[in-house]
């Protein structure tokens, strides 16, 4: 259980073209999801908070016109980078919180976002 | 501000010995703590997580303690084998909606 699904997988595009990548929990409502950033050999820095139906909660840093997020329900998040530049290019990956109140997080496999 | 440190990149050993890796952790009163292992390009998956008034829990050949005291963590794996070979991350909450933040990882190889 606790399955947690990315979707591209990996996305090449060119610069100033915006890129949509989809998050769902595939076996479990989730409350809330997490998007992170990481990038080679780093460790993972949390970009936003998203909670079903309300604004997501950024980062500090994190320019939220952006990174627009979307949390329309609560098996599916998207994570939609606008105008992307080849300095977003990073591995981008979610993760989802479960209704039952738990405190562990299931992380989706990542995308790996290329801008040329 | 907040401070997670892992005690290596890297971490090498050979089969069979037992792997441990560190967690310290500053300015911080964490709830619970958990360990991650991430493999190249894939997303972490979840090994265990211990509370603050826990002083060790096991998983088959893992074992994790939480000294709230020392603000550490030590993360052991028996009998390691190089399938166990990956980045071990660990995070700890940040007393808000089950956010985490993570430590920057160790690089664990075990040598045949």
């Known amino acids: 259980g606790a399955v947690v699904s990315q979707h591209p997988s990996r996305v090449i595009c060119k610069s100033g073209t915006s890129v949509k990548i989809e998050c769902r929990s595939l076996?479990?409502?989730?409350?809330?999801m997490f998007w992170y950033r990481q990038f080679p050999k780093k460790s993972l820095m949390l970009m936003a908070t998203s909670n079903e139906g309300s604004k997501a909660t950024y980062e500090q840093g994190v320019e939220k016109d952006k990174f627009l997020i979307n949390h329309a329900s609560l098996t599916l998040s998207t994570l939609t980078v606008t105008s992307a530049h080849p300095e977003d290019s990073s591995f981008y990956i979610c993760?989802?919180?479960?209704?039952?109140?738990?405190?562990?997080?299931?992380f989706g496999p990542g995308t790996r976002l290329t801008v040329l | 501000s907040q401070k997670i440190e892992q005690n290596s990149e890297a971490l090498n050993i050979q089969e069979g010995k037992t792997a441990t890796l560190t967690c310290n952790y500053t300015?911080?009163?964490?709830?619970?703590l958990q360990w991650y292992r991430q493999d190249p390009g894939r997303g972490p998956v979840f090994l265990l997580l211990i509370r603050e008034n826990e002083k060790e829990k096991r998983k088959e050949r893992l074992k994790v303690t939480f000294d709230t005291t020392l603000k550490q963590s030590l993360f052991h794996i028996t009998a390691s084998q190089p399938a166990d070979s990956a980045t071990y991350l660990c995070a700890l909450d940040r007393n808000a909606g089950n956010m985490l933040t993570f430590g920057g990882g160790t690089r664990l190889m075990v040598k045949p």
């Open positions: 076996d479990f409502q989730a409350t809330t």
């Open positions: 993760s989802a919180g479960g209704t039952a109140g738990g405190d562990t997080q299931y």
């Open positions: 300015n911080y009163s964490p709830a619970y």
